[in-house]
């Protein structure tokens, strides 16, 4: 039986729980229950806090965990990440009051930043060469400066609301964040073998995010020039109508390019355009 250990409330949380539902894995979820089975794949899951997944995974507790990819390197625990999931994306970033004159990242010498997160903060800081005084607290760091705590904080950024109903402005960006899936180093080889399993079914989800599969009719004089505007994985399928003059095209677009694309088609000739959802797309 795997075992993954997953954050207990959150966002993170949702998006966990989320993306194994659409693995087809059920788990009876119930936050007041700190373990869980899933009903139809030999998956237990582990709910704790994020700051006590990434020991649980490296100590052999829990065999793999999702947790923000920050969360991981501020532990410095001894487990590896496997595969990034694509959602729960931030960054830290080092952030002053916004009516103070920033020149480089020598202003922070010998001030006080305030964090939540002082590994990484020192080993940027050592990556540079500059000697701040970093005091650890937890929670509100960003009231830190106008408190007088702290010259300037280092914390996560996602929508950068929070800054500026602080008067802060963000100054450096140090590291890019988003949930991960990290591992044991010492998993036994039957838990390997259900881990292959779920990364392949993760992967055929993560695959379909943002795609269309797309059907049209496209006239077969027009039919070379259509297939050059598509993007898709590999060629498309084209399949013969009753009508000789026309044929069917099917495809797979990026959401991102999706209305350009689509645009460019109906201009050239492309009609009776059929647009699905893709739930899994095995590559």
């Given at each position: 039986m795997?075992?993954?250990?997953?954050?207990?409330?959150?966002?993170?949380y949702e998006?966990t729980m989320?993306?194994l539902?659409?693995?087809d894995?059920k788990v009876?979820?119930n936050k007041r229950?700190?373990?869980a089975q899933?009903t139809n794949?030999?998956l237990?899951?582990?709910?704790?806090?994020?700051d006590?997944?990434?020991?649980?995974?490296?100590?052999?507790?829990?065999?793999i965990?999702v947790?923000g990819?920050?969360e991981f390197?501020?532990?410095?625990?001894?487990a590896?990440i496997i595969?990034?999931?694509?959602f729960?994306?931030?960054h830290?970033?080092?952030?002053?009051?916004?009516d103070?004159?920033y020149k480089?990242?020598e202003w922070?010498?010998?001030?006080?930043?305030?964090t939540?997160?002082?590994?990484?903060?020192q080993?940027?800081?050592?990556?540079k060469?500059?000697?701040?005084?970093i005091h650890?607290?937890?929670?509100?760091v960003?009231?830190s400066p106008s408190?007088g705590l702290a010259?300037a904080i280092?914390?996560?950024v996602?929508?950068?609301?929070?800054?500026?109903?602080?008067n802060l402005k963000?100054?450096?960006v140090v590291?890019?964040?988003?949930?991960?899936?990290i591992?044991?180093?010492n998993m036994n080889?039957?838990?390997?073998?259900?881990?292959?399993?779920?990364?392949f079914r993760?992967?055929?989800?993560?695959?379909?995010e943002?795609?269309?599969?797309?059907?049209m009719n496209v006239?077969k004089?027009k039919?070379?020039?259509i297939?050059?505007?598509?993007?898709?994985?590999?060629?498309?399928?084209?399949?013969p109508l009753a009508?000789?003059?026309?044929?069917?095209v099917h495809t797979v677009?990026?959401?991102k390019?999706f209305?350009?694309i689509i645009g460019?088609?109906k201009?050239?000739g492309?009609?009776?355009?059929?647009v699905?959802p893709?739930?899994k797309?095995?590559?």
């Amino acid at each position: 039986m795997l075992r993954i250990a997953v954050q207990s409330k959150g966002r993170l949380y949702e998006d966990t729980m989320n993306l194994l539902a659409e693995a087809d894995i059920k788990v009876n979820a119930n936050k007041r229950t700190l373990l869980a089975q899933a009903t139809n794949f030999p998956l237990e899951v582990l709910y704790l806090r994020d700051d006590d997944i990434p020991q649980s995974v490296a100590s052999g507790v829990a065999d793999i965990g999702v947790v923000g990819e920050n969360e991981f390197v501020e532990r410095n625990q001894d487990a590896e990440i496997i595969a990034k999931l694509g959602f729960s994306k931030c960054h830290l970033s080092l952030a002053i009051p916004k009516d103070i004159e920033y020149k480089g990242i020598e202003w922070f010498e010998n001030k006080k930043i305030a964090t939540s997160y002082p590994f990484i903060l020192q080993n940027f800081m050592e990556r540079k060469s500059v000697s701040a005084d970093i005091h650890t607290i937890t929670g509100s760091v960003e009231i830190s400066p106008s408190i007088g705590l702290a010259d300037a904080i280092f914390d996560i950024v996602s929508s950068g609301s929070t800054l500026v109903s602080n008067n802060l402005k963000e100054v450096e960006v140090v590291m890019q964040s988003e949930a991960v899936l990290i591992a044991c180093k010492n998993m036994n080889e039957e838990n390997k073998d259900i881990l292959e399993n779920l990364l392949f079914r993760i992967s055929a989800v993560r695959n379909a995010e943002d795609k269309k599969y797309v059907r049209m009719n496209v006239p077969k004089d027009k039919l070379q020039e259509i297939i050059d505007v598509l993007p898709g994985l590999k060629s498309p399928t084209v399949i013969p109508l009753a009508d000789q003059e026309w044929c069917s095209v099917h495809t797979v677009l990026n959401q991102k390019c999706f209305w350009e694309i689509i645009g460019k088609l109906k201009s050239m000739g492309a009609q009776g355009i059929l647009v699905t959802p893709i739930e899994k797309m095995i590559m």
